[in-house]
């Protein structure tokens, strides 16, 4: 009998999911970019490494991770004694695959005087040759930190790290990424939409080209922007980031609209992300039920990438001084 023939399907599929994460002591875990009804059965919905540090906080024997790789790859890093399983281990990222970890050594070689504030969208090699690694909340706080004699490469993500220079007038060498995502989204079908809702904000992601921020009334994380749809006063929000978030906020907030901002064709199905679609409830159950695929990382490799980490964490928190920081 084939594979396929023994899928279960429908409520029968979401029982057998409900089955296995019980007897194997599983959380799962859904980025906001997922599908809705994987955010609806995860135990956990929120950013990649909200999510890595909640599942390492609980005392599941496995965490099946719903998003794509460096993401797992974190949880892995920070949950070593944990099997992490990711549902298709061709969800990646075009963050990560735009920064090769051979391409990015030679970078940093050519510049010794800089640190490497890295994004998080990157793989566990670029983060174990990083300095400090950022999320896109917490990336303003730990660059606030560096002194301003301090030279920086921030990569992968030209985006993000453009929209940090600007708006702290800090001069770095940007690593030349973007996500396909946020590239997508079309500043002349963005004005139309704006037009026929002149009283909505725009909330942006700093993934986006400046074209997009630039306009956006708001500009911040997925969770940072899930927090703006709840507290703004209006009715009606325009939402320049993956769609799928906009599941979140009906659900919290159903009194409100929320608009998709568009792409080059006038909607935000161009927007979705094709590497955190390849995950399904048919694939999270096979994971669950066979435990593969797997993620492992060697261990010195785990703990090279877990010291940019740690340093993101402690700055993060505040705990870090301004001297505690400099090139290699």
Partial sequence: MSEVS??????????????????????????????????DLADYVGDSLQL???????????????????????????????????????????LEDSCPPDKFAAFREAHPDHIALTYINCSTEVKALSDVIVTSSSAETILQQIPADQKIIFGPDRHLGGYLSRKFDREMLLWPGVCIVHEA????????????????????????????????????????????AKEFPGDTLIVATEPHIIHQMEKALPEKTFIGAPGADGNCNCNICPY????????L???????????????????????????????ASGTVGKGDLGAR
């Fill in 52 to 94: 890595s540090q909640m599942a390492a906080e609980t005392d599941a024997d496995v965490i099946a991770f719903c998003g794509v790789k460096f993401m797992a790859d974190t949880a892995k890093i920070l949950s070593p004694e944990k099997i992490v399983v990711l549902p298709d281990m061709d969800a990646g990222c075009s």
């Fill in 6 to 39: 023994k899928m279960p399907v429908g409520d029968d599929l979401l029982a057998e999911i409900n089955r296995l994460r019980k007897e194997r002591n599983a959380v799962i875990l859904a980025h906001y970019y997922q599908r809705p009804e994987i955010q």
């Fill in 185 to 228: 989204f079309s500043e002349t079908e963005l004005l139309k939409l704006k037009e026929e809702h002149p009283d909505a904000p725009i909330a942006a992601h700093p993934e986006c080209p400046p074209t997009i921020v630039d306009h956006a009334d708001y500009v911040g994380s997925t969770s940072g922007i899930l927090k703006f």
């Fill in 276 to 283: 955190m679609a390849l995950n399904t409830l048919e694939k």
């Fill in 285 to 315: 159950y096979i994971a669950l039920r066979d435990l593969e695929p797997r993620i492992e990382i060697e261990e010195e490799l785990r703990l090279k990438a877990k010291k940019s980490l740690d340093a993101m964490l402690d700055m």
